[in-house]
């Protein structure tokens, strides 16, 4: 598998840097690749500078991994390198892709790609979403990120904003899920060291259990809450009301309203 070449990474943080890791760590070279970060903070294995002009050679495929607030501070520094030539992958929460092309008019085909940090072990979750892609592109493109983990193409621009929501932030959740647990575990006695490893395998075992597909999730709790068991009483808490159910509800929602506001800002050009 081939990264376009030269491919720029315009913002080289948290995201960007995790698709990197996937894709060192699938052995895919990596030499074509140049970062673009302000402070030119050295990215393993990839040329990183902090000036376009020291780029090199025009990109193939620009990935913008910067935050969707700076995005009227890249546009005009970024715009005299880009050609049509050029699939531009914005990894831009928010950010639609008629805001995009409205900003990037000479850009080749615009793609947005709402990846998780999981890319990073290669078990990662990337939605993708254009409506100017080809073929040939859209198989391109699903070889690149297929390497980092499950990838789903969407028909819609909303199914990837929900996506993000689920997804994209879900690491986020899941591991506070995973430190509610061990700091409860440790609360009771536990060493909170043993308590945490405890906690991430014990999700981790489950995830793997889950995909294995046998048992849908009601049938793996059922499973383990036999009727009036420990499990079942706990369980009686985490169903109740306002209990998880709500309050993952709640959370995608907080993060939907977040998404429609940045997807303003960005339309609007005037950050909050
Ligand atoms: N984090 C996630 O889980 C996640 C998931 C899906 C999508 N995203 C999207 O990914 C993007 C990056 O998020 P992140 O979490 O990786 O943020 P981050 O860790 O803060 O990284 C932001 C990067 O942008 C760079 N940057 C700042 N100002 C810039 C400018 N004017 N021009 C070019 N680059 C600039 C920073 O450079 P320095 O390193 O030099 O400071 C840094 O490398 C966001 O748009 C976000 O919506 C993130």
Redesign the pocket.
Known sequence: MQIPSPTWF?????????MLDGWRSAGVDLSQVVA??????PVEGVRTV?SYGDAGVPPKMVV?????Q?LD??VP?LTPWLTSKATLVS?????EAATLRARFPKAGAIVRA????AVAVRRGVTALFSTEVDDARRSELTRLFLPLGLTHWTHTEPELTQI?SLA??G??YVARFIAALADAGAKRGLDPQLACTLAIETVFGTGWLAAAGQDDMAAIARKVASPNGTTQEGLAVLDGADGLTDLIDRTLDAAGRRSAELAEEARSGTPS
């Open positions: 315009v913002g080289c943080g948290n995201m960007a840097g995790a673009i970060r302000p402070s030119g903070t902090s913008l991994g910067f935050k969707p700076k501070e890249v520094i990894l831009l929460a928010g950010a709402m990846p998780n940090v993000g994209g932030s690491p986020a």
